[in-house]
């Protein structure tokens, strides 16, 4: 059973749209992470979030952590092909010191 | 931009074969781990170290061994590899703990035939 599960698992957008991937688990997290891998590299970090209720912007990037720290969003604002990758979240249990990490969100943008 | 790398990038291997592949980092990092990534799965931890001389097994069941005998250098070895170990292996590093930004390698991409 994956501590962190995320969705949608696949999203092909056409340039220009918008578009938001979801981390959720029934686990309380002292911080999540978000990264993204790119074909034949390894996962880069976007950024952390701490507080319950905390949004974070990157540019047209912005995530949200729960207000309950259990589930997290990323927002993407006219994406574009080079936001093409798998997004990944990462999350600190409470109850534990390392990460553990969901599934992905495989995002295509098509030009 | 991270300074962490993993050799080889592909191997294709046959069965029974004994492998090591290569993870160094220059960033002086006392915290090095390895992952096991499959497509459509999470990220596993396989192996993880907190400084020289420490080796810890992950969460992940793995047939593979660890080392650390040198910061920079964080070598895992299969000593006989078998079909069921063909994935892809990400070697990662971190500052303090395990969640601050972890760096990641590459990756090795491991066949075994």
């Known amino acids: 059973t994956q501590l962190l599960e995320q969705s949608p698992q696949f999203l092909s957008i056409q340039e220009g749209e918008n578009l938001t991937v979801y981390c959720n688990s029934s686990s309380v997290f002292s911080s999540l992470q978000w990264y993204r891998q790119e074909p034949g590299e390894g996962p880069v970090l976007l950024v952390t979030?701490?507080?319950?209720?905390e949004v974070k912007k990157l540019k047209r990037l912005t995530f949200q952590f729960g207000d309950a720290r259990k589930d997290s969003s990323l927002h993407i604002t006219a994406a574009q092909p080079g936001d093409t990758g798998l997004y990944l979240c990462a999350g600190e249990p409470t109850n534990d010191y390392k990460l553990s990490f969901g599934a992905g969100t495989t995002v295509t943008v098509r030009a | 931009e991270a300074d962490i790398y993993q050799t080889p990038r592909y191997l294709v291997i046959g069965t029974g074969k004994k492998i090591t592949l290569e993870c160094s980092q220059t960033m002086g990092h006392d915290k090095m781990y390895w992952y096991q990534q499959d497509p459509g799965m999470e990220l596993h931890l396989i192996h993880y170290s907190y400084g020289v001389n420490s080796t810890e097994k992950g969460d992940l069941s793995s047939e593979s061994t660890v080392s650390r005998i040198r910061t920079e250098h964080f070598p895992l070895t299969l000593e006989s590899a078998r079909p069921s170990h063909t994935s892809q292996y990400l070697c990662?590093?971190?500052?303090?703990?395990?969640?601050?930004?972890?760096?990641f390698g590459p990756g090795t991409r491991l066949t075994v035939l």
């Open positions: 979030v701490v507080t319950g209720g």
């Open positions: 990662a590093s971190s500052e303090y703990v395990s969640t601050d930004t972890q760096y």
